[in-house]
């Protein structure tokens, strides 16, 4: 059964911290994994990793994959206040592109 | 664009009713799926579909039923309500390992 593991669950912060957020996974014909926001309503895309060692940014945000020890993390730094969601990871298999999600991250940045 | 459209957006059930969830997406995707999120729970997948024709259960079938005769349409259907139903449902589509795009869900109140 694909699994996958999110920590910490829940965060608080202060603005201007930097966070890392974790996940690990454990899939059948794993292809790629994912990271998601969520405030309130729909999950919105943050970044798609498929190859390990390779980080992406954007802006404040940043993401890295390692394909060898199942692992990935998304790194925010100068936290705002806006950045206080929940923040999914999801992987994906190759097959049929399906997502399996962990239990997200709650991220809560205090003025 | 509208992406993902889910409808409705709020319902409420009483136990034995049933209903249609609808989903549609304009994006000429052909991957859709069906998620329900329960608080603290992250995404648990229900159903899928890969494509007009196909579709396949996911890890929370019980209780629900989809079909897919078009690629733009991918209904959930409840038979029978029941309490344990109660909870946020989303609709994704994508093309084929890429990220997945969510409608802005349906809160279903089961009593």
């Known amino acids: 059964e694909d699994k996958v593991v999110q920590s910490p669950l829940s965060l608080v912060v202060h603005e201007g911290d930097t966070v890392t957020l974790n996940c690990s996974y454990e899939?059948?014909?794993?292809?790629?994994l994912l990271w998601y926001k969520q405030e309130k309503k729909a999950p919105t895309f943050l970044f798609m990793l498929t190859s390990s060692g390779i980080e992406k940014k954007s802006g404040r945000l940043s993401s890295i994959l390692d394909k060898k020890e199942l692992f990935s993390i998304l790194n925010i730094t100068a936290t705002q206040t806006g950045d206080s969601a929940v923040y999914l990871c999801a992987a994906q298999r190759g097959a049929n592109s399906k997502l399996t999600f962990g239990k997200g991250i709650t991220l809560s940045v205090r003025p | 664009n509208a992406g993902v459209t889910q409808t409705p957006k709020f319902r409420i059930l009483k136990i034995g009713q049933s209903m249609t969830l609808q989903c549609a997406q304009d994006m000429n995707h052909n991957y859709m799926y069906w998620y329900r999120q329960d608080p603290g729970m992250g995404l648990k997948l229900i159903y899928y579909s890969v494509g007009a024709g196909i579709t396949d259960k996911g890890e929370v079938p019980n209780g629900y039923n989809v079909s897919r005769s078009t690629t733009e349409y991918f209904p959930l259907r409840l038979e029978l309500a029941a309490p344990s139903q109660t909870s946020v449902y989303f609709c994704?589509?994508?093309?084929?390992?890429?990220?997945?795009?969510f409608g802005q869900g349906t809160r279903l109140t089961v009593v």
């Open positions: 899939v059948t014909n794993f292809r790629s």
């Open positions: 994704a589509s994508s093309k084929m390992n890429t990220e997945a795009f």
